[in-house]
């Protein structure tokens, strides 16, 4: 072949490759589904996530980015999946190697991985997904549905939704105006509506409680977004409070039940929110025991600023309580300032994202 016809030949193949080239603006491509028929056979995976409490982390939000990321690709491979957060003194390991869980979620490092367990290609900047050792057809499922998957549109969307910073207060000193509070908009949306709340509010609430990290606990055993109390989940009907929504649905129909008892006319809206916060914080008890102290100091006990006033007397070693102060002593200084802080953060996200 001489070197013209040569020439005629390349030119003709690029030539064909660009009238194939994909024109702008077609949508992108979804990720491959990844062929589990060798892989979680039993259609369940078992998944713990041992993240460390990011509540306030500066890496970002590690556990609510994997937990969703976890779901996509159980969804993806046909498969029911159970996740839930470590508990301090467990060895996760042990229990990867003994088969009772699938995916153990991590901090990425290759020194982690041994004969005994392996690890995934990581997720993002922190995380890999640990396996058993001798479950490489799980791995290569996983490592084929996260190179799929890694890249796409999607996947830079569910970065920036649990990698940015939510702090009204920096947001406000940078002058930020956005359409986006935190991660959970469209949840914390779809049902404040059961308090006929300004959704911003329940927000504000959300963030006091855990600055949108699913796996904040506190040392009385309350858990989540919002965190509810294992015994209040159970009240409503709730199973699993790591799971964004149930936690949402769990907290905001405890506040909706707290806020009848302030819906007579005699409170205004905003007193009705300054006792549901309060109650909400510390016990319905104990702000019915604060409203009737307020009451026999003849003070306005409709008005949180009058019970207030009263709280210090309740602090005291010599308070007493009697038949209808039945809660004794109360210090109140987390309940002032938490009901403080909530409207603080209210305010700054209404600045943030003013409504249209």
């Not at 490592?143 to 649990?162: A, E, K, P």
């Not at 308090?195 to 409680?209: N, S």
């Not at 159970?234 to 936690?247: F, R």
């Not at 306005?300 to 002593?329: A, C, H, L, Q």
Request: glycine letters at 6%; one cysteine or more.
């Amino acid at each position: 072949m001489d070197y013209k016809t040569a020439t005629i030949i390349r030119r003709t193949a690029v030539s064909a490759l660009l009238a194939f080239t994909i024109p702008a603006g077609t949508p992108e491509p979804t990720p491959e589904r990844a062929d589990s028929a060798l892989a979680f056979s039993d259609g369940r995976i078992e998944c713990v996530l041992d993240t460390g409490n990011d509540m306030y982390a500066r890496s970002g939000l590690k556990a609510g980015f994997n937990y969703e990321l976890l779901q996509r690709y159980a969804d993806n491979a046909g498969c029911e999946i159970s996740i839930t957060a470590a508990e301090d003194g467990e060895n996760y390991i042990d229990s990867l190697n003994c088969g009772s869980i699938d995916i153990l979620v991590m901090a990425a490092s290759d020194s982690l991985s041994s004969p005994i367990i392996r690890k995934s290609r990581n997720v993002d900047h922190y995380c890999a997904w640990y396996l058993r050792a001798d479950r490489t057809a799980e791995m290569k499922n996983i490592n084929l549905w996260l190179n799929s998957f890694i890249g796409t549109r999607d996947y830079t969307d569910l970065q920036c939704r649990f990698y940015t910073s939510y702090d009204p207060y920096r947001r406000i000193m940078r002058g930020t105006v956005s359409k986006v509070i935190g991660p959970y908009d469209n949840l914390i949306k779809k049902h404040a509506g059961i308090l006929e709340w300004d959704w911003r509010l329940l927000a504000a609430v959300i963030y006091q409680e855990s600055r949108f990290s699913i796996i904040t606990s506190s040392s009385r055993g309350a858990s989540g977004l919002m965190q509810v109390m294992p015994s209040t989940a159970e009240y409503y009907g709730i199973t699993d409070l790591l799971d964004p929504e149930q936690n949402i649905i769990a907290g905001t129909r405890h506040l909706a039940r707290i806020q009848e008892a302030f819906s007579s006319e005699e409170f205004s809206h905003t007193e009705r929110i300054n006792f549901t916060l309060a109650a909400y914080n510390a016990g319905e008890r104990r702000i019915a025991d604060c409203r009737i102290y307020t009451m026999q100091q003849e003070l306005d006990n409709t008005k949180w600023e009058d019970v207030v006033k009263v709280i210090p007397d309740m602090r005291k070693y010599s308070f007493v309580y009697n038949d209808t102060i039945r809660s004794g002593r109360f210090r109140g200084t987390e309940t002032i300032n938490y009901v403080s802080r909530v409207m603080e953060i209210y305010d700054a996200f209404c600045e943030i994202c003013p409504e249209v």
